[in-house]
């Protein structure tokens, strides 16, 4: 099992480009998550998806937007990226009852907008 | 006030030191509480959860105070391995049913021989 993949890795866009992050799961889980992890502000949840074809914000969902046509994908897109939003990217995925199950994490995007 | 409260560090320890961390929370509410661990450029990864009496994992202790709403992390006979950013998360329940994991901003450990 690969566990939780994202690509890309690294990417640098240009302000006003956009761009779309995949992560992929080969667990099975239910929920979907993705996060931002800034210096000093500890990880923030932007979007997250309890299923297939449902999506829900978080509490710094601002200029990203996220689909998740099948199970195993968790799509983010950023439409026209801004300074703001360079940042380490996560992913992460847990079965349904995620108070109390372990959350999974892919490797992470680093992004940067110039 | 932050929902999560950490001591950023760097708690600088030599090999077989003993060393604690706390963690603090604002929400009286929360039900489960972790530790995460993250290496340097790395993803978060689960520790070990925090259950009320408090549980132990091989070096790592945890325990957890909810009348003063805290957690502890305790590391015995310290490992260079160890270093690494120690995360504390604390599980809320939203009103819409959702229940969301905070994660504090980390606490910096650094071994050294």
């Known amino acids: 099992n690969a566990g939780v993949t994202q690509t890309p890795k690294f990417r640098v866009l240009k302000t006003g480009q956009s761009m779309t992050l995949l992560c992929a799961q080969d667990?099975?889980?239910?929920?979907m998550y993705w996060y931002r992890q800034d210096p000093g502000m500890g990880l923030r949840l932007i979007h997250y998806?309890?299923?297939?074809?449902?999506?829900a914000k978080g509490e710094v969902p601002d200029g990203y937007n996220v689909s998740r046509l099948k199970k195993q994908n968790f799509l983010l897109g950023l439409e026209s990226a801004a300074p703001s939003q360079t940042s380490v990217y996560f992913c992460?995925?847990?079965?349904?009852?995620?108070?109390?199950?372990?959350?999974?994490f892919g490797p992470g995007t680093r992004l940067t907008v110039t | 006030r932050k929902e999560v409260e950490q001591d950023p560090g760097p708690f600088n320890v030599p090999e077989g030191a003993t060393v604690a961390f706390n963690c603090t929370y604002s929400?009286?509410?929360?039900?489960?509480f972790f530790w995460y661990r993250q290496d340097c450029r790395k993803e978060p990864k689960l520790l070990m959860s925090?259950?009320?009496s408090g549980n132990e994992d091989g070096r790592f202790t945890a325990q957890l105070n909810r009348a003063s709403q805290y957690i502890s992390l305790l590391i015995r006979d310290s490992k260079l391995s160890d270093s690494a950013t120690y995360l504390c998360?604390?599980?809320?329940?939203?009103?819409?049913?959702?229940?969301?994991?905070?994660f504090g901003t980390g606490t910096r450990l650094l071994v050294s021989p």
């Open positions: 925090v259950y009320s």
């Open positions: 998360v604390v599980n809320i329940l939203r009103d819409t049913g959702f229940q969301k994991l905070v």
């Open positions: 992460a995925s847990s079965y349904i009852r995620t108070g109390n199950r372990e959350q999974y």
């Open positions: 929400n009286s509410a929360s039900q489960s």
């Open positions: 667990m099975n889980h239910e929920y």
């Open positions: 998806s309890v299923g297939e074809g449902t999506t």
